[in-house]
């Protein structure tokens, strides 16, 4: 905004970071001189893909982008970080009745998305329902990228009353992936 052209050195920095901050360890780094002209904007960009990510990264991690620029001329700094939490796919639970009488069986349809453009390896899907069902694990293999998994599970039905059901998925690259369902179960 001074209307004098600026030289700008610049640094980014992209690291693996727990849920509370601390860094993990570097991802990518970037350094370069960056021209603004007078009174002008300039932008520059730091792109981490998967690939240099998730061999680093636990399931609980962010990326924390770090940016330091320095103008040539001053020697001025400006420095700036930002935090970005990964979102994650959801797991679809949907039984095929809502309400089903005891010792009836459900018929639970589990489904997920593949959401990145590497495989999941080592995939497994384990449902739950406290008070009715001991855990059910269901190994997946390896998920082709974008690929949509599906899977039907036969629970009977045991104890009376509303009950929850869990499926949780994990894999070596996804971790710690949720979906529920509630199923009313009578006498």
């Known amino acids: 905004s001074s209307g ?11 690291n693996a970071c727990t849920y509370m901050g601390r860094v993990q360890g570097q991802l990518k780094k ?3 001189t960056l021209f603004v002209p007078g009174n002008g904007k300039a932008r520059c960009a730091l792109y981490i893909s998967p690939e240099d990510y998730l061999p680093k990264i636990s399931p609980d ?3 924390k982008v770090s940016v330091r620029a ?11 970080s930002e935090q970005y939490d990964f979102s994650k796919p959801s797991i679809s639970l949907t039984p095929n009745k809502s309400t089903v009488r005891r010792g009836q069986a459900i018929r639970m349809k589990i489904q997920l998305e593949n959401p990145l453009k590497v495989p999941l390896k080592n995939a497994k899907i384990r449902l739950e329902a406290a008070r009715n069902l001991r855990p059910v694990s269901i190994n997946c293999g390896n998920i ?8 039907t599970v036969s629970i009977p039905t045991r104890r009376i009353g509303q009950r929850q059901f869990v499926a949780t998925f994990d894999s070596a690259e996804l971790k710690d992936i949720q979906g529920e369902c509630s199923i009313s179960i009578v006498d």
């Open 61 to 63: 991690s962010a990326i």
């Open 70 to 80: 320095e103008v040539e001329d001053t020697k001025q700094i400006f420095t700036e």
């Open 4 to 14: 004098i052209n600026a030289e700008y050195g610049v640094v980014m920095t992209g």
């Open 144 to 151: 082709k990228p974008k690929h949509r998994i599906s899977a």
């Open 30 to 32: 970037m350094e370069h």
